[in-house]
Structures are given as structure tokens and as C-alpha cells.
């Protein structure tokens, strides 16, 4: 929770807590080295290739989805995952088994094991990018191979259970799958588009500038008020405590708090001012043009977070349902052999 009050230690140190809560994690929590753990100069080469490359996204230098990864290798793995695609769909249509089409068929077998073998790999992406000995480039070629893989596993495993589903364990597999794949298109859509709306939208700041400013804007703001009527002074004071910036998850995503006391101040500064004439008027005026300003910047710096916060929320459904998939998988297999 950031509150732009206080001296600039203070807010500075707040600020990096939002930093590495939110997309920073991207670039500096994931490849940070952990307790105990030794690197070879390789690994250390590795990871710092990761951080450039994971920088860059951020600052909106690389477009991740498009360029790098969706067309990573001239669309090499979208070329090999169609192909894949249509040699399922012409095996499916080929294949007329005698008690109709199932997952226990060889063809239901074989479609099984290539989407379960493709579900652990895609899972190992994950524990591949917190291991490496690789560099940026052979990332972007597993991230590359991770969506168009991922994507064909729609076809491949709807292929295998032959269009047959109900309320049982297979099909929550199946319905965990789906979710994870439509999450992983939504990243790719975030990745893509997000970044540069954060550069447009903090220009040649960042989130400790704009909350550097909006301190210095308190401050002037309360010494200007000394001057000013004691209901003047309480609004101020509330705008430089009360003001947040972040806040609980959801309060992050919304990106606006309709109670700001900022927004109260500036309007009940300018309502109170109509009643003050001559120096005290004129302060006044001062006065409210500086929470405008602040107004504008606390918009800014709440936007950053909530860019964010949107970058980064879809994770929070991809991994922890890739772990549910993979539970529910074991026992969709364990079972259907166990009844064999
Ligand atoms: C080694 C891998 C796999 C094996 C051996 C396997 C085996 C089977 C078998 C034998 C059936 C037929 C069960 C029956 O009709 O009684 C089946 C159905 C099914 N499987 Fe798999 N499977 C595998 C992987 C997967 C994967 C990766 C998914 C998707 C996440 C999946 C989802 C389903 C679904 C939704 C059904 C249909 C269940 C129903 O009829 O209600 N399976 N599987
Ligand atoms: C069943 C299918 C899938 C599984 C099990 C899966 C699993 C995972 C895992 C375990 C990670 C690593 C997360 C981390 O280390 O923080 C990951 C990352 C990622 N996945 Fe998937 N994924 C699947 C499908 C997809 C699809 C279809 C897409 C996009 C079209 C996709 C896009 C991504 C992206 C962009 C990342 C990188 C996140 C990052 O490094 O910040 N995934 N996925």
C-alpha cells in the first residue's frame, strides 16, 4: 500500500515494494539468485540476459507476443503446431473404430499420451526458466513453442475424449485445461499491448518520480494552507494522509478510488474559496491549483499500478490452475488405467 505522504525515504522505499509486487517481479523476483544457491558464470551470463530481456518488455522496447515470440524463427513452432493439428484431426477422421470413437481407443491412447506428454512439458517451462543455463534468445524460442503448443492442445485433447464430456474428474481436466490455455492468450495479449500503454501513460517519469512529486506537492500544499481557514487545512491534511496509491489487489486492478481525498480537497477548496476575499482569496487560488496538480499525478501513478496489476493478475490463474491440471490430469490417468 503506497501513501505519496512523508518524507521522499520513506516513499521511495514504498515505491520498490509496489516495484517488486507488481511487474518487476517479471524481470528482477524471477531471476533473482536464491539463499544457498551457487551459479557458474554460464548461469550468471544466462540470467542476466533474461533480466535485459524481460527490461525491455517492460519498457515497452520489445513487443514480447508479437515480434519475438509469436514470430519467433519466422513461425516456426505455429508451423509445426498446425501440422501437428491437422495430422490429429486427419487421424480422428480416418479412425472408425468398431464401439465408436473414445479415449480408450489406440487412437484415444495416442492422442492422450501426446497432449499429457505436451501438458508436462509446457508445465517444465516453468521450472526451465527459473534453471537457467540458456539465454534471452532460447527463452523466447520455449515462450514461442509454450503458446502455439499450448494452443493446439484445444484440438488434440478434445480429439481424444471425442467431443464426449460430462461431471466427472476427465472432464474437470479437460475444463482446467481450457482455462489455462484462454489465461495464457490473455498474457500474450498483455505482453503485447500493456507495456507501451505504461510508457504513454508515465512519459520520462516513473512511479517514484511522480510519488517524489506528489510529496513535494503536499508539502507546499499544507504551507499554503497555514495561511487559510481551519476546514481548508483538515481537507489538505487529509489529502497528504489519506491518498493511496495501490492498495489491496482489486483496488490496484480498478485503478481509481472514487472516495480519494484528494479529489475532496480540490473540490472543497474551491467551494470554500468563494467565500474568502483579497491575500487569503488569492492563496486559496495557489492552493487549488496545486491539488489539481496532484489530482493529475495521483491519476498517473494510480494508473501505473493498475497497468500492473493487469499485467500481472493472469498469472495468478495460469500457474496455480496449471498445478490443479496437473493433479486432476494424474488422476484422470491413474484412474481410467485402474479401471482398465
Ligand atoms: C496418458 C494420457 C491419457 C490417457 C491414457 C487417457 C485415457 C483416457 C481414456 C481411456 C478415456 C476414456 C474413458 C472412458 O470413456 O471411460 C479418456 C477420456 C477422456 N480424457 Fe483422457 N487420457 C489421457 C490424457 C488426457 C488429457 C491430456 C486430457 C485433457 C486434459 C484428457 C481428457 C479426457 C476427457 C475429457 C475424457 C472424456 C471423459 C468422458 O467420457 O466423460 N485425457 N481418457
Ligand atoms: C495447458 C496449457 C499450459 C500450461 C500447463 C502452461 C503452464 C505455464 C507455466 C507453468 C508457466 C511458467 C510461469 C512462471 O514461471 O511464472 C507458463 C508461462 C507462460 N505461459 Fe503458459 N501454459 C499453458 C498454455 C499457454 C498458452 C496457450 C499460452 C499463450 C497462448 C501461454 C502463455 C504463457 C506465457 C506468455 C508465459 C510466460 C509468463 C512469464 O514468463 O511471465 N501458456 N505457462
Known amino acids: 500500500m503506497l501513501e505519496p505522504c512523508g518524507d521522499s525515504a520513506t516513499v521511495l522505499e514504498k ?33 542476466r540476459a533474461i533480466v535485459a530481456l524481460y527490461a525491455a518488455v517492460n519498457r515497452g522496447a520489445l513487443s514480447l507476443a508479437h515480434q519475438s515470440i509469436l514470430a519467433y524463427a519466422r513461425y516456426r513452432y505455429l ?12 487421424a480422428y477422421v480416418w479412425d472408425r473404430p468398431p464401439n465408436g470413437r473414445y479415449g480408450g481407443t489406440w487412437l484415444g491412447y495416442t492422442l492422450g499420451t501426446v497432449g499429457a506428454v505436451l501438458i508436462f512439458w509446457l508445465l517444465y517451462f516453468g521450472v526451465r526458466k527459473r534453471r537457467y543455463a540458456s539465454n534471452a534468445g532460447m527463452v523466447q524460442g520455449w515462450l514461442s513453442a509454450h503458446c502455439y503448443f499450448g494452443t493446439a492442445l484445444i484440438v488434440i485433447a478434445t480429439l481424444h475424449a471425442a467431443f ?37 501513460n508515465l512519459g520520462d517519469d516513473t512511479l517514484q518520480m511522480l510519488l517524489i512529486r506528489i510529496a513535494d506537492l503536499d508539502r507546499q500544499s499544507r504551507q499554503l494552507a497555514l495561511s487559510l481557514p481551519d476546514s481548508i487545512n483538515r481537507l489538505v491534511l487529509a489529502s497528504a494522509q489519506g491518498t493511496r496509491i495501490g492498495g489491496p489487489w482489486f483496488q490496484q486492478l480498478r485503478g481509481r478510488d472514487p472516495n480519494c481525498p484528494t ?68 488422476i484422470h490417468i491413474v484412474s481410467v488405467f485402474f479401471y482398465w
Open 263 to 330: 479529489t475532496a480537497a480540490s473540490n472543497g477548496v474551491q467551494i470554500i474559496g468563494r467565500k474568502l476575499a483579497g491575500e487569503q482569496a488569492k492563496t486559496n487560488h495557489q492552493l487549488y491549483t496545486l491539488l489539481l496538480k496532484k489530482q493529475e499525478l495521483v491519476a498517473r501513478a494510480r494508473r501505473d499500478v493498475q497497468l500492473k496489476s493487469w499485467l500481472d493478475v493472469w498469472l495468478y490463474i495460469h500457474v496455480p490452475l496449471s498445478i490443479a491440471l496437473l493433479v486432476t490430469l494424474i
Open 79 to 90: 508451423k509445426i503446431a498446425t501440422a501437428a493439428v491437422v495430422v490429429a484431426i486427419a
Open 164 to 200: 464426449r464430456f460430462g461431471w466427472n474428474v476427465h472432464t474437470l481436466a479437460y475444463v482446467l485445461m481450457l482455462v489455462v490455455i484462454f489465461s495464457g492468450f490473455y498474457g500474450v495479449y498483455a505482453y503485447l499491448r500493456f507495456p507501451r500503454v505504461m510508457t504513454d
Open 15 to 47: 515505491a520498490q515494494v509496489t516495484k517488486l509486487g507488481a511487474v518487476y517481479k517479471l524481470y528482477a523476483d524471477r531471476t533473482r539468485q536464491r539463499r544457498g544457491q551457487v551459479w557458474s558464470p554460464r548461469q550468471r551470463r544466462g540470467r
